[in-house]
């Protein structure tokens, strides 16, 4: 589930592009298990707690309208093993430019939450070293984002739960 959260984090593609086409971004490490999820990979996200506000999504069956810049998504892939267990990690993201190449826009994802992950439910041995530096440089800028705003309990907090990896 978390290399699917990190592909789609870290997913470029071409203006144009709709949800389902970056949906296998967030699936195709489950897949390659025998494994998917029954549920979008993610929907738009509106004004006043309108969490799930179109016309906007990630998933298997999502319609097509493309991306467009400043879109807010959210990227929840999940694994649910019925009467055992249920896995998702979520945050929500916006579509940015990254650049142009031949006058095409090329366009990707930034986070808007900032969270820190547990990585104590993480199994380490099939996190690659890309992975665990996206997730590390993930933990800088929760820091650098909301530390200032917090106490000195809840900062230390912080800081131990985004100790590298």
Same mark, same amino acid.
């Given at each position: 589930?978390?290399?699917?959260?990190?592909?789609?984090?870290?997913?470029? %593609?071409?203006?144009?592009?709709?949800?389902?086409?970056?949906? $296998?971004?967030?699936?195709?490490?489950?897949?390659?298990?025998?494994?998917?999820?029954?549920? !979008?990979?993610?929907?738009?996200? !509106?004004s006043y707690l309108n969490v799930h506000e179109g016309?906007?999504?990630?998933?298997? !069956?999502? #319609?097509?309208?493309?991306?467009?810049?400043?879109?807010?998504?959210? #990227?929840?892939?999940?694994?649910?093993?019925?009467? @055992? %267990?249920?896995?998702?990690?979520?945050? /929500?993201? %916006?579509?940015?430019?990254?650049? @142009?190449?031949? !006058?095409?826009? /090329?366009?990707? %994802? @930034? #986070?808007?939450?900032?969270?820190?992950?547990?990585?104590?439910?993480?199994?380490?041995?099939?996190? $690659?070293?890309?992975?665990?530096? =996206? *997730?590390? #440089?993930?933990?800088?800028?929760?820091?650098?984002? *909301?530390?200032?705003?917090?106490?000195?309990?809840?900062? &230390? =907090? /912080?800081?131990? &739960? $985004?100790?590298?990896?």
């Amino acid at each position: 589930v978390m290399k699917g959260h990190i592909a789609l984090s870290s997913a470029q %593609f071409p203006e144009g592009i709709a949800g389902q086409h970056v949906d $296998t971004f967030a699936r195709q490490y489950l897949w390659y298990e025998g494994l998917d999820f029954n549920h !979008g990979t993610g929907h738009g996200v !509106g004004s006043y707690l309108n969490v799930h506000e179109g016309p906007h999504s990630i998933g298997k !069956g999502a #319609n097509q309208v493309p991306f467009m810049e400043g879109m807010v998504v959210s #990227n929840e892939p999940g694994y649910y093993r019925e009467n @055992e %267990f249920g896995i998702r990690s979520e945050n /929500l993201i %916006f579509v940015k430019k990254i650049k @142009e190449v031949e !006058g095409k826009k /090329l366009f990707g %994802f @930034e #986070n808007l939450t900032y969270v820190p992950f547990d990585t104590r439910l993480l199994d380490m041995s099939i996190i $690659t070293k890309t992975e665990k530096d =996206w *997730i590390n #440089n993930y933990h800088q800028k929760v820091l650098k984002k *909301i530390g200032s705003h917090l106490d000195d309990s809840v900062m &230390a =907090w /912080l800081n131990k &739960a $985004t100790q590298p990896i």
